[in-house]
């Protein structure tokens, strides 16, 4: 049977079991299994431990649990809230100064946990509120949030290109850095909208006769003292980065030193010490991490099957073959990522077609860290993207009382400049990949 044939087979049973509501891991291991039964020698189901564990058996996976246990720390004390309000007593007086606060606040808890979700929750769970409170519409104040979350898996370090590096064999420090420019570019795209839609609902009220709340004024007393809190922080990501810039640190001794600095702040200017705080960020650190690591094992199996299908290596020649630009392959790769990740979380993409995608854009002669960026950018939109946006369920479960119809439309604005910031890393590739080049190793 064609390779193709099969590939099409095995991808519309892999899409069944996942709308079934099984678990992602489960489904891409019985999805393996069944595959092996249909179409290669039934004894192949003898290795199938072996496969999953070898998916596992990476020394450079073990940064994810390390830096899932950074952001927990972070996530699970009033670091978030302080990042926030911080932010927001430097801005006050800037239109829409607030909204800027809750995505800068994003950005650098982003450096942090390297989450999506946890991002949007721990900044929302306080910035909500206090935008609605000061007159921003329902559905400005969380896309805000929404947006601001998918910094997460952009900003380094961001378990999402942990996996991205490990499924194509590319350098995760080189694409941690590459991260830091685009990062920057998104949260200032990001952070221009907010001005421009508070004025205009600013007048809209105004016109309607509505009084706009006073804002709380800050003296610079107040503002150095909330400055003074979050620092530490601060020196803790910058000095994560500058290991990794400089060389002096593979990424899973970056996430060691962090892991250990982040949880010392903790105890310092948090007093996280007793048992039973402690054990809490372990074990919400062991339910992320294994959910992750199990998804990664069963990918690996799924990926040893379309290897061994010649599917993945079929389809990537018949792509490179067709008599078309490289770039009108790239939009349609661009299409298909957007497309799934309005079903599936990012892990679960990456692990699924980046290692079909892989040999193809390499073949096209694109970068392959500079499309590790590209990727993320498309699954960021995605997170924010019915019907399995995660940020938007996210944030709609801290306002409950706001409809999901109100937030999507909050979100759509940000999604086109996601979109935007696509079109701008493809026409200036170098924003993505200037830094990579120049680190020592």
Same mark, same amino acid.
């Given at each position: 049977m064609d390779p193709l044939v099969v590939g099409a087979i095995v991808i519309f049973i892999a899409i069944v079991f996942l709308f079934s509501g099984m678990p992602?891991?489960?489904?891409?291991?019985?999805?393996?299994?069944v595959a092996m039964v249909l179409f290669m020698d039934a004894n192949q189901i003898s290795v199938v431990a072996e496969t999953v564990f070898e998916g596992v058996n990476d020394f450079g996976l073990l940064s994810i649990p390390l830096f899932i246990f950074m952001g927990m720390i972070a996530a699970l004390t009033r670091a978030g809230s302080d990042l926030y309000e911080c932010f927001h007593r430097w801005l006050y007086k800037v239109p829409g100064g607030l909204g800027i606060g809750n995505i800068g606040a994003c950005a650098i808890f982003a450096a942090l946990t390297g989450s999506s979700p946890a991002c949007a929750a721990a900044i929302g769970t306080m910035g909500i509120p206090e935008m609605r409170k000061r007159g921003y519409p329902e559905g400005l104040a969380t896309g805000i949030i929404t947006a601001g979350g998918t910094l997460g898996i952009l900003i380094p370090p961001s378990v999402t290109m942990i996996v991205y590096g490990m499924a194509t064999e590319t350098s995760i420090g080189k694409l941690f850095i590459a991260g830091i420019v685009p990062g920057l570019l998104m949260t200032i795209l990001f952070?221009?909208?907010?001005?421009?839609?508070?004025?205009r609902n600013r007048r809209l009220k105004l016109a309607a006769g509505f009084q706009m709340a006073d804002e709380k004024t800050y003296s610079l007393g107040e503002r150095l003292s909330i400055?003074?809190?979050?620092?530490?922080?601060?020196?803790?990501?910058?000095?994560?980065?500058s290991s990794l810039y400089t060389g002096w640190a593979t990424p899973s001794e970056a996430a060691g030193v962090g892991a250990f600095l982040v949880l010392i702040v903790a105890m310092m200017f948090y007093r996280i010490y007793r048992i039973r705080e402690v054990t809490n960020i372990l074990m919400r650190t062991c339910k992320e991490s294994t959910m992750i690591m199990m998804i990664i094992a069963t990918s690996f199996l799924f990926g040893s099957v379309?290897?061994? !299908?010649? $599917?993945?290596?079929? %389809?990537?020649?018949?792509?490179v073959a067709l008599q078309v630009d490289r770039w009108v392959i790239m939009a349609l790769i661009n299409v298909l990522l957007l497309v799934a990740g309005?079903?599936?979380?990012?892990?679960?993409?990456? !692990?699924? $077609?980046?290692?079909? %995608?892989h040999p193809i854009i390499t073949g096209l002669g694109f970068d392959p860290i500079w499309f590790g960026v590209v990727i993320t950018l498309n699954l960021e939109a995605g997170l924010i993207t019915p019907p399995v946006g995660l940020n938007l369920y996210v944030v709609q479960g801290i306002a409950p009382d706001i409809p999901l119809a109100t937030v999507l439309r909050g979100s759509l604005p940000f999604i086109w400049l996601l979109l935007s910031g696509i079109a701008i890393l493809c026409f200036f590739p170098q924003l993505a990949t200037w830094l990579p080049a120049q680190m020592i190793r």
């Open positions: 992602i891991a489960f489904a891409l291991g019985v999805t393996s299994m952070a221009s909208w907010v001005p421009f839609a508070y004025l400055t003074a809190k979050i620092f530490p922080l601060v020196i803790v990501v910058a000095l994560v980065l379309l290897t061994n !299908l010649y $599917i993945a290596q079929t %389809l990537a020649q018949q792509i309005c079903f599936l979380p990012p892990v679960a993409i990456i !692990l699924i $077609i980046c290692p079909i %995608l």
